[in-house]
């Protein structure tokens, strides 16, 4: 199974009405600036979804940093986008990977199946010298069906009874970088350090220069794990941890779930334990 394009794919069908384009881009830290780069230029086509409006729900009290949207609503934006199951959906951002994936990994939450991350995002295009366009596309009107895919998605009671039960399964990933798994720094959250049991796959392994690597190369990354153990991955706010979710996939692990308030929702409860160090 397929889960990315490359931009010749796209290039050469991008007179192609059944299939839609999402800019994804965005700068944590500076969160205007990816509707700025998409007003200066986006690929032909292209509607922004911004990570922190359309992407997520407002911060609350637990949830993370980057709650899960309320469905309802994206739905709704969705249908702006003319999106419905018929449409092929490719999804971009700078290059990055962890904002597209972002987008995927919801579209398919939704129970939408076509949709794609482009390898090398805008970056990769724009050296290629294919064309950009700073027209927007008119808003469009489509019916989408939403189809939760409820076995995508693992909730803090869940991971809450993996920590406190102690189980070895399901294993749980953190995907942040090692210096915030072992809980030298923290820059953003309450206190450093990872949820206890977890093991430790930078998400940023999962890509080369801006590409998802082949399935062989994601099963290497693997390779210590049991395929037929479930599987919960996380990061800081539920982002990161998405292309790990499609690493792991295209590894061949077939349940896999995303704990979306990630790290930061586990922090948010004053009483749960934290490790640092291996």
């Known amino acids: 199974m397929n889960f990315t394009v490359e931009k010749s794919w796209l290039f050469e069908r991008l007179e192609n009405k059944e299939i839609k384009i999402i800019d994804c881009r965005f700068e944590l830290g500076n969160p205007e600036q990816g509707k700025t780069l998409y007003h ?52 971009y951002d700078g290059g990055e990977g962890q904002f597209a994936s972002r987008f995927w990994w919801l579209l398919r939450y939704l129970g939408h199946e076509n949709v794609y991350v482009l390898n090398e995002g805008i970056k990769g295009w724009v050296e290629s010298g294919y064309p950009t366009t700073q027209e927007v596309p008119e808003s469009e009107s489509a019916t ?55 093991i430790h796959r930078f998400w940023g392994d999962s890509m080369d220069q801006g590409s998802f690597k082949d399935s062989n190369e994601q099963k290497r990354r693997f390779a210590d794990l049991d395929q037929e153990r479930p599987i919960i991955v996380y990061c800081g706010s539920g982002v990161t941890a998405a292309p790990n979710y499609i690493a792991l996939k295209m590894a061949g692990y077939q349940n896999v ?18 490790d640092k160090g291996e």
Do not use: C
């Open 40 to 91: 200066e230029s986006h690929i032909p086509g292209a509607v922004f979804f911004d990570l922190e409006k359309q992407l997520s729900s407002p911060v609350s009290e637990h949830g993370g940093r980057h709650p899960l949207p309320d469905i309802d609503a994206f739905k709704g934006e969705l249908e702006k986008a003319g999106i419905d199951h018929s449409r092929t959906v490719v999804a």
């Open 144 to 198: 989408f069906e939403v189809k939760l895919q409820k076995d995508m998605l693992a909730s803090y009671e869940e991971v809450k009874e993996v920590v406190m039960n102690k189980k070895t399964s399901p294993i749980l990933i953190d995907s942040r970088d090692r210096a915030r798994f072992l809980g030298e720094i923290e820059p953003i959250d309450r206190i450093p350090g990872h949820i206890p049991g977890a």
């Open 257 to 274: 779930k995303l704990y979306a308030g990630s790290y930061s929702d586990w922090v948010s409860y004053a009483d749960n334990p934290v």
